[in-house]
Every structure is written in C-alpha cells, then in structure tokens.
C-alpha cells in the first residue's frame, strides 16, 4: 500500500515535519496512532477544521489510529495562538455539549468503530485535576523561557500583553501529547501550522522525559490568494452545522471560489481522484464553472450527506437559471416588516440595519426587477400584496421570500 506521506505530500497538505525521515519509515511499515486537537470553543466544527479533519481521514485510510483530543482542559485557559486578545473561559457543561457536538460532525470523516477505530479523549480528564507545584517540577523543568519566547503565539501577544495564565498554554499541549503517548502509545501529532511552536513542545518533552521517538507534521492553512484566511462569509465563518451555515449556503461558498483556488480546494477538501482534479481544473475559461460546480457538490456531501448536496444543487440552479424556482432557497419574513433594511437583516443578509442601508445605497439590492436604491425605501407594495417575491442581494444570493 502507498505510503499515506506521499498521499498527503501530493494533495498538499504537508507544510512542515519534523524528524521527516524517521517518519516516513514509520508510517510506511506500520499502524502509528497520531492525534489532532480540537478547541471546543463552539458547538460546531468550522471550515478552519476541516484540512486537519480530512487528513485524520486520509491517515486513518491507510491504517493509522486517530485519537480526536478536545481540549476540554486547556479551553479553560485559552489558546493565545493568532489572538490578540484573551480567549473567554468556558464552563464544564458547556465544553461537554460541544464535544458531543464535535464527534456527531466527525463521524462523516472517520469511523469510531471496527478496525483502527478512532478514539475521542478529552484532556480536562488530567488536566483540570493536577496538582501545579507536581506540575512544574515534573514537566516545568523541561521547557526554557527563553525558547518559548521565541515562539510567534507568544511573540505576536507580547505588545498588547500575555498573561501569565496564557503562557502556561505550551506547557499544557506538550504535557497532552506525553499523556497520550503514555495512555495510547500515540507518536505523531497532527495540526495546523499555527501550531507549530505548541506541537514541537510536545516532541521535545516526550523525547526529553521518555527518551523515545515522537513526530509532529503540520498542514498547510486554506488561504485566498490575497493570503487571508478562507470561510469567512457575511454572516461570519462557514459551520459544519447546517443550522448556522445552511447547506446552500456552504455550497455556495465553494460554487464561488477563485478560479486559481479550486484546484487546491479539491486535492485538500475532496477525496475525488487526483488525475481527476488535473482534468477538471485544466481550464482558463468558462469550463471553470462545471469543477466549481463539482467541488461545492462534493465537499457538502461529505459534510453534510448525498440528500443535502443534491437539494442545495438544485436551489443554486433555480437561484442562478436553468432550474425550477420551486428549488431556490427561502426565507419567510412576518408581514410587519415593510423596510428593505429590515428585510435584508431579518433574512440574514446583512448583519445590521447600518450594514444593510450601505448595501442598498451601493446598488446591490434588488426586490423581483426592481433595484432598490433608497436606504429607507420599502418593499414594493405589488411585492407584499402578492405574499411572495424574490430578494436579490449582489449576483450572488437569490431568495425566495414568503409573507406570512
């Protein structure tokens, strides 16, 4: 069997490794159990997850274990990693409900049962009981100040100020990654390059205090080509969940992507066949569209099932022609609401009446064939009498609107 390294290297998701070719052998020769961690700061996974969740279902693929590692512990302190404020503490019982959350959301990746079946643990069940002088002498001493203020997640933080509470975060993903070692034989850990200073932490410590191999691999990060982030929409950042990203929505979303990222996009969020994915994004020209197509069809079936994806098709083609208006996304609004303001807010396409009035005066909004271009203009009486008309927000969203 193909070595899951060069799978993973091909599809690009590998940014960086270390002790790479002790690695490599390992992984070709036999079952490593490998984690990834998961900040349960939500109740839903978001599209920030998804290359470290595909990847855990590549891996599992070709015969290693995953261990998925909420941090239901260190989620009461807070990662100061790409923040430049402190993270807020969670309670117990929330951090539970999310984690429950998190395993439903999971299982359309990877099996939690049969052979090489994932595990989930969560790292409050040693961390919230330590003791932290027993702490410090025994895993305290192994770290350097010095080091650790050179990693970025700290760097980045000093300015604005790091607390104290804060900077013991290292400490506590390395001390995640011995545990694990020493509860489940796991070697490698697994993440986004923003973890790199974090997840390096743990080898040292596990080469330091056990003397034995251990291996940290990063993943590249999904980015536009402008280098910012992927999955922010305008209602905020694209769930997992379809009660707050519809299913159309999240289609959408990747029916949209620059042409230049598609390629990408496909090799990292897809299981579609490399040769496959050459062939499709071969194109500089309208053809572009069809693998656009293809990919929003494959990565919300993978998230959210076949059903949902095909039903999201269809209300894209009612949306945008070539499909019945029956299938286009919508929205029900009570007939109080007159303004086009009110509307644009009530149907989450703006995320205040201020936000709203500016889309409108830009001349994005238009209700049926009518531009709307007052920003306190109403909805066409014509529109409210006949109990039903379609909003158009941009070239992009089209919904049908019922009065109730």
């Not at 203020?149 to 506590?172: D, H, I, P, Q, V």
């Not at 098709?313 to 929205?331: I, L, N, R, V, Y």
Request: glycine share 8%; aromatic share 10%; proline share 2%.
């Amino acid at each position: 069997m193909k070595n899951v390294f060069d799978v993973l290297k091909e599809r690009g998701f590998i940014k960086q490794t270390v002790y790479e070719e002790e690695l490599y052998d390992l992984l070709g020769k036999e079952s490593v159990p490998f984690y990834i961690g998961f900040d349960p700061t939500a109740d839903s996974l978001h599209i920030g997850h998804y290359i470290p969740i595909m990847a855990m279902a590549w891996m599992q693929r070709y015969g290693h274990k995953p261990v998925a590692l909420i941090g239901g512990g260190t989620a009461m302190i807070g990662d100061p990693s790409g923040r430049s404020d402190m993270r807020s503490m969670m309670t117990k019982e929330t951090i539970a409900h999310n984690c429950d959350c998190f395993r439903k959301q999971m299982s359309r990746f990877i099996r939690f049962e049969g052979e090489n079946a994932a595990i989930m643990a969560n790292n409050g069940d040693w961390i919230l009981d330590l003791n932290y002088v027993d702490f410090l002498r025994d895993i305290g001493v192994h770290f350097s100040v010095n080091r650790m203020l050179t990693a970025e997640c700290f760097k980045s933080r000093m300015e604005k100020g790091l607390s104290f509470l804060e900077f013991n975060y290292m400490l506590m993903q390395g001390y995640d990654f011995l545990k694990l070692y020493q509860d489940h034989g796991v070697v490698l850990e697994l993440g986004g390059d923003d973890q790199w200073s974090n997840m390096i932490a743990g080898v040292n410590l596990i080469r330091k205090k056990e003397e034995k191999p251990a291996y940290a691999m990063t993943f590249t990060l999904l980015l536009t080509s402008e280098g910012k982030k992927m999955g922010k929409t305008a209602k905020g950042a694209l769930w997992l969940d379809e009660n707050k990203t519809t299913p159309y929505e999240f289609y959408q979303y990747f029916r949209n992507v620059e042409d230049v990222k598609v390629e990408e996009c496909m090799r990292l969020l897809t299981f579609m066949d490399m040769d496959e994915i050459k062939e499709l994004t071969k194109y500089n020209d309208e053809r572009m569209n069809l693998a656009k197509e293809r990919l929003a069809f494959e990565v919300t079936k993978l998230v959210h099932g076949e059903e949902k994806a095909i039903e999201a098709q269809k209300q894209a083609k009612a949306a945008f022609g070539g499909g019945s208006q029956e299938d286009m996304p919508t929205a029900e609004i009570d007939s109080s609401i007159v303004l086009v303001a009110d509307l644009l807010v009530s149907v989450g396409q703006a995320k205040s009446k201020g936000e709203a009035k500016r889309l409108i005066e830009g001349g994005g909004v238009s209700i049926d064939q009518e531009k709307i271009t007052n920003p306190f203009g109403e909805i066409p009486a014509k529109s409210l009498q006949n109990k039903e008309f379609i909003l158009h927000k941009g070239k992009k969203v089209h919904i049908k609107i019922s009065v109730k």
